[in-house]
């Protein structure tokens, strides 16, 4: 696979490469794991419709937007109030 330049500030760049570092890895390696590893807001969309169908199938659970919507605000403001510790 050919190699591409990509032009990001100083600060960053000296940031990743010693995160890179840290775990034994060159900038190059560590740039391509990540982009290996992280997901695009499409394949997040479909992961999150494949588990609903999932949970649908299994439990017969089937929340309406409005109940999704209440859940994620409940999500959240759980993680806030354990993050603010």
Known sequence: MPDA????????????????????????????????????????AERAETAKAT????SGYAPTAAEEQDIDSELDRRLARVTAR
């Open 5 to 44: 330049n990509v032009r990001i500030p100083e600060e960053a760049k000296d940031r990743l490469a010693a995160i890179a570092a840290a775990e034994g890895l060159s900038l190059r390696a560590y740039l391509a794991r990540l982009a290996e590893t992280l997901l695009t807001p499409a394949e997040r």
């Open 55 to 58: 949970l649908r199938q299994w």
